[in-house]
């Protein structure tokens, strides 16, 4: 266990669904990241936060709506998904953002 | 823009012969390199860290080589078994844009009992 947890760990939702993907981390950490993880693909960086503030977004679509409501919990919206949005979604955090990253478990997400 | 490739994409050995994962990158502007092991529908373990100014890092029967000039990092995992089935990821953190970590799309290893 490395301290960050996710939930659900697996989401089914239709297209016209609205849900949400909740990280969580008992570290003491100030920054976190959403990222996305497709079949065959590297992982792609989606949101930073450092000390609950949005310091990066990565050209996501803006049917992902991220939520940082304090520095240890984060939050992934999602809205009107489409069947290429099915990947697995990857939360992590680090003490810093220059420090090493400790991932949670991921949601594994499918789209129908 | 930070361009990282893993090869093999996968391979199978059989227990206890010495596993050789390569990673390489474009551009030498690195703060550090990272590997990473993912077990299937699983999150990412850190396994070592190297500095820029680092030449290699050890972790047990883990060692991992940085040649920043050239691009090229190499993780060996020694006498391998099966417990070290998985997906090694490697990570290129650049100095600049953001100190973004740049991921290779990974090593898939399955050593045979």
């Known amino acids: 266990e490395t301290g960050v947890t996710q939930t659900p760990r697996h989401l089914v939702m239709g297209m016209t669904n609205k849900k949400s993907l909740k990280c969580e981390q008992h570290?003491?950490?100030?920054?976190m990241y959403w990222y996305k993880q497709s079949a065959k693909k590297p992982l792609e960086l989606m949101f930073v936060y450092s000390l609950e503030e949005r310091v990066e977004n990565n050209s996501v679509p803006s049917r992902f709506s991220p939520e940082c409501p304090n520095s240890s919990h984060l939050f992934l919206h999602l809205h009107t998904l489409q069947p290429e949005d099915s990947a697995l979604y990857l939360c992590?955090?680090?003490?810093?953002?220059?420090?090493?990253?400790?991932f949670g478990p991921g949601t594994r997400l499918l789209v129908l | 823009k930070q361009e990282v490739t893993q090869i093999p994409a996968a391979l199978s050995v059989p227990e206890g012969e010495n596993l050789v994962l390569n990673c390489s990158f474009t551009d030498s502007a690195i703060y550090n390199l990272q590997w990473f092991r993912q077990d299937p529908g699983k999150g990412l373990t850190s396994l070592l860290l190297i500095q820029s100014s680092q030449r290699e890092q050890t972790s047990g029967r883990l060692n991992a080589s940085l040649d920043k000039s050239s691009g090229r990092s190499t993780l060996y995992i020694a006498a391998s078994q099966p417990g070290d089935s998985a997906t090694y990821l490697c990570a290129v953190r650049a100095i600049y844009g953001n100190n973004r970590l740049a991921f290779g799309k990974g090593n898939q290893v399955v050593v045979i009992p």
């Open positions: 570290l003491g950490h100030n920054a």
């Open positions: 992590a955090s680090s003490p810093d953002r220059e420090e090493t990253q400790y």
